[in-house]
């Protein structure tokens, strides 16, 4: 060929490939700016509307309210599924190990901003249907947000192997119109009014007895079992315990502190001055424990402001 028709292949193949190279480098820029975008959104929990603390406990959620008019509302989800379904004495019901006591209330079409840590090991707080899921690690702090478009009840899992009760411990988001979330809120706050009345209250033995074993049932028994038998060589037993029937400045400290290197949490977080006098008292008085001494809510809160 003439060395003008081999410039002129030359170029023409070069046109071909430059084409191959930007045509394909444009398709990528404009599928990525939008992309890009989408996911920075995703990942903005600035201009939220309502923020709630998510903290994973070993095996329960506690929630905080943050700011705006639910600031300071605070409480623990629980598993709801009694333990005769559990234990197979009942059959199961539809909801079987998604059933919370306490889900969280948040308003219909509003940001929500929630900001996941860690109590004790890591777990993940994730509710597919809202598309949300975020570790909760302890010592730090991680956001993410959802917007709710339709009221109704969302659940969803603990998705990173915590330990022996992972498997029970749910998420139950409901989402409420406006009207409907005020009077939830407005409720929560009476019942805060209300706990602050009964810290100074001498409770009866029978009153202590009844919500003790109540708290006993959802926070002690998962690990010491229903009667207090403990797990050899994993959990203690209570029956006999040199602590339960040991001083209960002792006992107090357990729950309230915890112990380090071993699976007994801090509660100080977790339960009230009510609950935690309650179930100690429950314990010290219960499977032929029978101590005699009485713990009441005050008892708790001094030992708190003494530390």
């Known amino acids: 060929k003439s060395r003008g028709a081999k410039a002129a292949t030359f170029h023409e193949h070069l046109g071909v490939e430059v084409a191959w190279t930007v045509i394909p480098f444009v398709i990528v820029i404009?599928?990525?700016?939008?992309?890009?975008?989408?996911?920075?959104?995703?990942?903005?929990?600035s201009g939220a509307d309502i923020t709630v603390k998510v903290t994973g406990y070993q095996w329960k959620w506690g929630y905080e309210y943050?700011?705006?008019?639910?600031a300071g509302v605070k409480f623990l989800s629980n598993l709801a599924t009694p333990r005769a379904q559990i234990e197979g004495r009942e059959p199961r019901g539809p909801?079987?190990?998604?059933?919370?006591?306490?889900?969280?209330?948040?308003?219909?079409?509003?940001?929500?901003?929630?900001?996941?840590?860690?109590?004790?090991?890591?777990?993940?707080?994730?509710v597919p249907d809202l598309a949300v899921k975020q570790d909760a690690i302890p010592g730090f702090i991680r956001s993410v947000w959802f917007r709710a478009e339709k009221t109704g009840?969302?659940?969803?899992?603990?998705?990173?192997?915590?330990?022996?009760?992972?498997?029970?411990?749910?998420?139950?988001?409901?989402v409420k119109e406006e009207a409907e979330y005020a009077a939830?809120?407005?409720?929560?706050?009476?019942?805060?009014?209300?706990?602050?009345?009964?810290?100074?209250?001498?409770w009866t033995n029978e009153e202590l007895m009844a919500k003790g074993e109540a708290v006993y049932g959802v926070s002690c028994a998962g690990c010491h079992q229903s009667a207090g038998e403990g797990i050899a060589g994993v959990f203690p037993a209570l029956v006999g315990s040199s602590i339960v029937t040991g001083p209960v400045e002792d006992?107090?400290?357990?729950?309230?502190?915890?112990?380090?290197?071993?699976?007994?949490?801090s509660f100080a977080d977790q339960l009230?001055?009510?609950?935690?006098?309650?179930?100690?008292?429950?314990?010290?008085?219960?499977?032929?424990?029978?101590?005699?001494?009485?713990?009441q809510p005050i008892d708790i809160l001094n030992y708190k402001q003494n530390q």
Do not use: F
């Open 272 to 295: 009230s001055e009510v609950d935690i006098a309650a179930v100690i008292h429950y314990k010290r008085n219960s499977w032929g424990n029978d101590v005699g001494d009485m713990v």
């Open 66 to 70: 943050i700011d705006g008019p639910a």
């Open 153 to 174: 009840e969302y659940r969803g899992q603990c998705t990173e192997l915590c330990g022996k009760d992972h498997s029970r411990m749910p998420v139950v988001v409901e």
């Open 95 to 126: 909801l079987y190990l998604m059933e919370v006591d306490n889900p969280l209330v948040v308003p219909v079409n509003k940001k929500i901003r929630i900001a996941v840590t860690g109590g004790d090991v890591i777990h993940s707080w994730m």
């Open 184 to 202: 939830w809120l407005a409720g929560k706050k009476e019942e805060a009014v209300l706990y602050k009345s009964t810290i100074g209250k001498q």
């Open 251 to 265: 006992h107090i400290g357990i729950l309230i502190n915890g112990v380090a290197g071993s699976a007994m949490q």
């Open 30 to 45: 404009a599928m990525a700016l939008p992309a890009t975008r989408t996911v920075v959104a995703m990942k903005d929990t």
